[in-house]
């Protein structure tokens, strides 16, 4: 949609979409073959993707948290989630 509002032809503007997102199943299907490589460096890889995730909460809501009448509410709500969290981590295993 964004593509088509830009002044793309339907047809481009699908292929484009597509071809977007035709690196999700080329890279599935890398993994299902290289799976005796990829199992062991799962842990590895999982911890990279919880701290982009991790980036992306810090670096984006967190500013956002501090504006507005009731700033102290986000933080004081992100602590106690994150204390739950670990919390659930230990007990849990």
């Known amino acids: 949609m964004p593509l088509k509002m830009q002044g793309l032809s ?3 503007a699908f292929l484009y979409g597509v071809l977007s997102g035709i690196v999700e199943p080329i890279s599935a299907g890398l993994t299902v073959a290289l ?3 990829v199992v062991p460096l799962l842990p590895y890889l999982l911890s990279f993707a919880a701290g ?3 980036y992306v909460i810090i670096e984006e809501l967190v500013p956002q948290m501090h ?3 009731k700033s102290n509410l986000g ?3 992100v602590t106690i989630g994150f204390a739950i969290m670990m919390i659930l981590d230990i007990a849990l295993g």
């Open 10 to 12: 339907k047809p481009k």
């Open 35 to 37: 799976i005796g490589i």
């Open 52 to 54: 982009a995730m991790i």
């Open 67 to 69: 504006t507005g009448q």
């Open 75 to 77: 933080v004081i709500s």
